[in-house]
């Protein structure tokens, strides 16, 4: 008998050593400190867009705002389960890439009520986190964004986040739902 566990652990020393290369951990798993540059990275691409905006023009904006929604977005995997802040009936929902992309920048004659959210003078974006829940390769966020626009008034949305790391590592917003504070009224 131990001859015949040498033998198994001589071998399977041998394969080991032969092929190291044929093993391939990786961690996929998200951990805070992504998701809050995720986070911290669509603030930053909105006011990108705004002050491109401001600068350049619309089709600038735009052209920017393609490229923020390309990186930040899983509009590649799938539909993107997007309730803008302010986006009406019968287009409250933004699971297309062009949606979303109307919502931020308008100009599109399918989406006709859109003004262009991130054209709106934003300076500032801060993300304050009431929870995050990290399961694995998803996690969600809620909590409260304030957006201060350039005469230092302040406007703060209820938002929730889904996020998945794709396949390349990539935190991608899945699920996005904003809305204005109820006021009790």
């Not at 054209?119 to 409260?144: H, P």
Request: proline share 3%; hydrophobic share 45%; with cysteine.
């Amino acid at each position: 008998m131990k001859i015949a566990y040498t033998m198994v652990f001589a071998f399977l020393v041998a394969a080991a050593a032969a092929s190291p290369a044929s093993v391939n951990v990786v961690n996929q798993a998200i951990s805070e400190n992504e998701l809050l540059n995720a986070q911290n990275g669509w603030c930053q691409g909105l006011i990108d867009i705004s002050n491109t905006y401001q600068k350049s023009g619309q089709a600038a904006a735009k052209a920017l705002a393609q490229k923020v929604i390309d990186a930040a977005y899983g509009y590649q995997i799938g539909a993107v389960l997007f309730k803008p802040t302010l986006a009406v009936n019968p287009q409250t929902f933004r699971t297309t890439r062009a949606g979303a992309l109307s919502y931020f920048v308008g100009g599109d004659p399918a989406y006709p009520n859109d003004s262009g959210f991130a054209l709106k003078g934003w300076t500032k974006c801060e993300v304050d986190n009431a929870a995050i829940f990290i399961g694995g390769r998803v996690a969600s966020m809620m909590g409260k964004v304030h957006f201060t626009d350039k005469a230092g008034k302040v406007a703060t949305v209820d938002k929730t986040w889904t996020f998945v790391k794709d396949d390349n590592g990539q935190l991608r917003i899945v699920g996005h739902h904003s809305s204005l504070e109820y006021s009790g009224q």
